[in-house]
């Protein structure tokens, strides 16, 4: 893709699933990626990625639910990268609840999905400044679209993620720095596994059911999803901006 090839990149939750594939593949693009993540051993996936594409790839530990820890990973950024050119905002919890969730479990949530993803950006700002212009993008979900059954402590921030894209796609736009969000439908990562074991649900019984709400009968891959994330991060998507890319198999098209 046009005008990756040696920019910078920041990937939060940039360690695990749908991180890591969008870690290497703005990697095999030619970027250097710095990924942040709350996992211990990131240095080892950020280790991998760099020897698998020859590119230098960087881990910081962050938890971007605490502003002082981002402050500090922007520190770093600085010290090695002049700049940054793409924030890809993709961290998030999972707290898979409806109208039963505690106080204490929206604000787990929205401390990391909704205000961490707004610290991440605003101290990743000056570095983006300093560029000339950039990209930011924003992993949101088909759950950002529609209602899902005892999903709203998760629906509420992919809703408010794509509310942030198009309000600092105005707000960003004097610095030439463009702002969209990608939505993913049913991806098959981790983090699926996960929640159907947070939910007691069978994987492979809930991947079949889940299949058939997707034109194309099937769940995504992490992999997918990481194409249109370069794609969009990229001068080829050099007139795009608050705009939400659809990755989801015909999941609303129905």
Known sequence: ??????????????????????????????????????KRDGEETADSIGQATGNPVYFVQVDIAAEQQIEAAF??????????????????????????????????????NVIGTSLVTQ??????????????????????FVGQSSFA????????????TKCWAIDLSPFHIRVNSVCPGYIRTEAFENSCVQLGID?????????????LGRQGTAEEV????????SDDASFITGEDLMVDG?????
């Open 75 to 112: 520190r770093r950024v600085a010290e090695v990268s002049e700049q940054v050119d793409i924030l890809v905002n993709n961290a998030a919890r999972f707290i898979l609840k409806g109208i039963e969730a505690t106080s204490q479990e929206w604000k787990a949530i929205l401390d990391v």
């Open 250 to 254: 015909g999941y609303l098209a129905k």
């Open 203 to 215: 994987p492979e019984e809930e991947n079949a059911r889940i299949s058939q709400l997707h034109i």
């Open 226 to 233: 990481s194409g249109v994330v370069a794609f969009v991060a």
């Open 123 to 144: 101290h990743g700002l000056p570095l983006m400044k300093k560029a000339g212009g950039g990209a930011i993008v924003n992993l949101s979900s088909v759950s950002g």
């Open 1 to 38: 893709m046009r005008g990756l090839k040696g920019k910078t990149a920041v990937v939060t939750g940039g360690a695990q699933g749908l991180g890591r594939a969008i870690a290497q593949r703005l990697s095999e693009e030619g970027c250097n990626v710095w990924i942040f993540d709350l």
């Open 153 to 164: 402590t998760y629906n509420a921030t992919k809703f408010a993620i794509r509310g942030l």
